[in-house]
């Protein structure tokens, strides 16, 4: 593996590189092939193909997240959601169970209660904030154990640690996924976890322009889960390399603009008079902020909050707006603005969203790399 440098700056840019580089080319080249020509591969994974993995675009990216995250192998994928089912099925066949944090990303939430049990793979959500609760979910056949490192949508942190001492007792695989935080925040493979997973159509990418996943872990961990993605079939395309290569060169840089930017933002949602709650991790008022100030290096760059008044005046609010753009996803260049249970969370029942603590007038906002002056100025305007 080409490991150079000891920063992560450095490495975003340099590791993973060709060596030597193509033809001289400084950027990594696109290889629109399908198909290369034989030369001598011994295994059907190793055979050069796109759905294999295997180009010249699939290994530059692959030695670069590797690098990064301190793990010995990485894999992309199609998306994060291929990164993450790819990664469940990998680990887990008829007859097993997993614990899986109770506060999950929709669609992975949505796989495991709907798709796992039709492979007769049995699932129990558990609290992360609450190890009390973690040994009564254990069973004899548990096998994964699964968490995210920022919760979506209240910005919740876990005893992170805690969770892989659990895993190593029961002899479980930890996977996490890690896409709030990305590679700089938090270091799941450095921190004890098997399995580090992303979209990286998120902050690894960070414009707003492709779908990919990444997944990291130990080489016997990747080429298992690399077997098993070449059979589902969950191939990035070389151009969706090339963007998220080019992409994850200024991460370093986009990253902590967008956490200055977020922990100013934080501080003025918290003293306006009109919003009522602020759930960012980087705030003292945080019940996680304890926890993000000992496992991470920033505090992220999404933050939820609610405003005084009902569904109406949170949407009126939104649409005031001038500077964040009303969508879903996060982490790219650009603020964006959302209400999760019209969005993220429109798939859990209203019950469900009660127990989680996702009101309807909750608001999720995701920085950008804007001037934090002038995003300031435009959620005064918004709720003057
Ligand atoms: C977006 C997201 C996913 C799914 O990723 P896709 O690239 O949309 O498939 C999974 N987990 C988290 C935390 C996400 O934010």
Redesign the pocket.
């Known amino acids: 593996m080409t490991d150079k440098g000891s920063s992560i700056d450095t490495k975003l840019i340099h590791a993973g590189e060709p060596n030597p580089r193509i033809k001289g080319a400084v950027s990594m080249p696109i290889f629109q092939s399908s198909n290369f020509e034989y030369e001598g591969e011994t295994s059907y994974d190793s055979i050069r193909y796109i759905r294999l993995n295997n180009t010249p675009n699939h290994v530059a990216l692959h030695q670069k997240l590797a690098a990064i995250s301190g793990a010995e192998a990485a894999l992309v994928t199609s998306?994060?959601?291929?990164?993450?089912t790819t990664a469940l099925l990998t680990f887990l066949k008829s007859g097993d169970h997993i614990m899986a944090h109770n506060t999950?990303?929709g669609?992975?939430a949505d796989y495991v209660v709907h798709d796992l049990p039709e492979y007769g793979i049995e699932f129990d959500f558990f609290d992360a904030l609450n190890s009390e609760d973690w040994e009564s979910k254990l069973k004899s056949n548990t096998k994964v154990i699964y968490v995210?490192t920022i919760t979506?949508p209240l910005m919740d942190v876990a005893k992170l640690d805690a969770v892989v001492q659990f895993a190593k007792k029961h002899n479980l695989v930890s996977m996490i996924?890690n896409?709030?935080a990305s590679p700089l925040l938090f270091s799941p493979i450095k921190n004890g976890f098997d399995i580090s997973?992303?979209?990286?159509?998120?902050y690894l990418n960070g414009h707003s322009d492709i779908?990919?996943?990444a997944i990291m872990g130990s080489q016997a961990h990747i080429s298992q889960v690399n077997s098993k993605l070449n059979h589902l079939g969950g191939s990035l395309d070389p151009n969706a390399c090339f963007l998220l290569h080019r992409g994850m060169k200024t991460m370093s840089l986009r990253m902590e603009r967008q956490c200055e930017n977020a922990m100013e933002i934080a501080h003025f949602l918290e003293n306006h008079p009109k919003i009522t709650q602020v759930n960012y991790p980087g705030l003292k008022s945080s019940k996680s902020y304890e926890n993000a100030k000992e496992f991470l290096c920033g505090f992220g760059a999404m933050i939820s909050f609610e405003l005084e008044g009902d569904v109406e005046a949170a949407d009126a609010f939104i649409q005031r707006l001038k500077f964040a753009i009303n969508a879903a996803?996060?982490?790219g260049v650009e603020t964006l603005v959302t209400r999760p249970v019209q969005t993220?969370h429109s798939l859990m029942s209203t019950l469900e969203r009660e127990k989680a603590g996702i009101s309807d007038t909750l608001i999720r906002y995701s920085v950008g790399i804007e001037s934090a002056n002038d995003l300031i100025a435009d959620l005064k305007q918004a709720l003057g």
């Open positions: 998306s994060g959601m291929s990164a993450i999950l990303y669609g992975t995210e979506n996924d896409t709030f997973l992303h979209s990286a159509t998120k779908v990919a996943g996803s996060l982490g993220s």
